[in-house]
């Protein structure tokens, strides 16, 4: 039984890698977690994920520059040395970082262990008794190959799914409109893709603009998504054996 650790940024965060955790891989959401993590305050959230006897923690930290204080607070680099935990998986928002810049942070706030992007990295350590143990990292930076934040991703998404392409382009050029006067804050990447997934969403399911970023969320088939599944695809490897390049 393998016991998996994955930190994110936020609670849409969260919620999208958890609806397709659930829906592709097939894991099933559980009320408690092994670890006894549990939020600290309004921003963060946990969430629990089963399959075939593995448990995988999902953990959004509260936002962007928030995972050196949550590994503090929960003492996340003691429960790797104690904790039977086989691995550690770090999704990010790019933002407008460089990768050196994004995994020198993550690892700044862990000890024995270290990231390493788009790669699972075998960690040998030690437990406290002296007894060698081994721990997989993963840092997994999104959007893959642009600028930007899980919006962006989310977009990208969305233009591949059939039937939501259509909706999306033109909701993409409905923002882009607005950028030149009436909505000059729109010119700034993140902005602008925050604003277009959330127009999309409202008009897509009029009924429910009011709702949770979740609810959203569950409607849309990820699936089909293949700019999705090519980014996602380190997380088949969860309840599984690491490859390793070691």
Request: glycine share 6%.
């Amino acid at each position: 039984m393998m016991t998996e650790l994955v930190l994110v940024e936020g609670i849409s965060d969260v919620q999208l890698i958890s609806y397709y955790l659930q829906n592709v891989y097939g894991w099933k959401h559980e009320r408690d977690n092994m670890l006894g993590i549990e939020p600290l305050d309004e921003h963060e959230q946990i969430e629990s994920l089963s399959k075939n006897g593995n448990q995988l923690v999902l953990c959004g930290v509260g936002g962007n520059g928030k995972f050196a204080h949550f590994v503090e607070q929960h003492r996340i680099n003691h429960m790797i040395v104690e904790e039977d935990i086989s691995s550690l998986m770090v999704v990010t928002d790019r933002d407008e970082a460089s990768d050196a810049k994004i995994r020198s942070q993550i690892n700044d706030a862990l000890e024995q262990i270290s990231v390493e992007s788009n790669r699972w990295k075998d960690n040998a350590i030690q437990d406290s008794f002296g007894q060698a143990k081994s721990i997989y990292t993963y840092l997994l930076i999104i959007p893959a190959n642009e600028k930007g934040a899980l919006e962006r991703v989310i977009i990208d998404a969305l233009n591949d799914v059939p039937e939501e392409t259509a909706l999306i382009q033109e909701v993409e050029q409905f923002i882009d409109a607005l950028k030149a006067g009436l909505v000059p804050d729109l010119k700034q990447i993140n902005n602008a893709n925050k604003a277009t997934v959330g127009t999309f969403f409202s008009v897509r399911y009029p009924k429910k603009a009011m709702r949770s970023f979740g609810v959203f969320i569950s409607k849309i088939d990820w699936s089909k998504s293949a700019s999705l599944n090519q980014l996602f695809l380190p997380f088949q490897c969860f309840g599984k054996d690491k490859p390793s390049e070691n």
